[in-house]
């Protein structure tokens, strides 16, 4: 079976730490980027970060560069993306989704709201207080 699993949200103080996970099975793992996506209420869902497992390269939003590491442990098919100096703005359900790198470099790189994916987490919340 096919999954994208989100796993670490939470409730946490402004300036605290979270760290969230996307366990991935039922796909080549290794084809795939992975990418963390977030939506809080009355807004659209927007690119967070995201990392290719077949070279490494990462991206970041403005917003978090700094704060937010991504990084993937192949061996155990999960993404961890980890998120420091939280600030209330980062308040919203933060998803994975999976794209396969020949999509990626098909139709260009960093186009995140054009690309097609192929699996959905079922997303985590993360609520920052002030």
């Known amino acids: 079976e096919v999954q994208l699993v989100e796993s670490g949200g939470g409730l946490v103080q402004a300036g605290g730490s979270l760290r969230l996970s996307c366990a991935a099975s039922?796909?080549?793992?290794?084809?795939?980027?992975i990418v963390w996506f977030r939506q809080s209420p009355g807004r659209e869902r927007d690119w967070v970060s995201s990392?290719?497992?077949?070279?490494?390269?990462?991206g970041y939003v403005d917003s978090v560069k700094g704060r937010f590491t991504i990084s993937s442990d192949n061996a155990k098919n999960t993404v961890y993306l980890q998120m420091n100096n939280l600030k209330p703005e980062d308040t919203a359900v933060y998803y994975c989704?999976?794209?396969?790198?020949?999509?990626?470099?098909?139709?260009?790189?960093?186009?995140?709201?054009?690309?097609?994916?192929?699996?959905w987490g079922q997303g985590t919340q993360v609520t920052v207080s002030s």
């Open positions: 039922g796909f080549t793992f290794d084809d795939y980027v």
């Open positions: 989704a999976a794209v396969s790198d020949f999509i990626v470099r098909a139709i260009g790189s960093n186009l995140w709201s054009k690309y097609e994916y192929d699996y």
């Open positions: 990392i290719s497992n077949s070279d490494g390269s990462t």
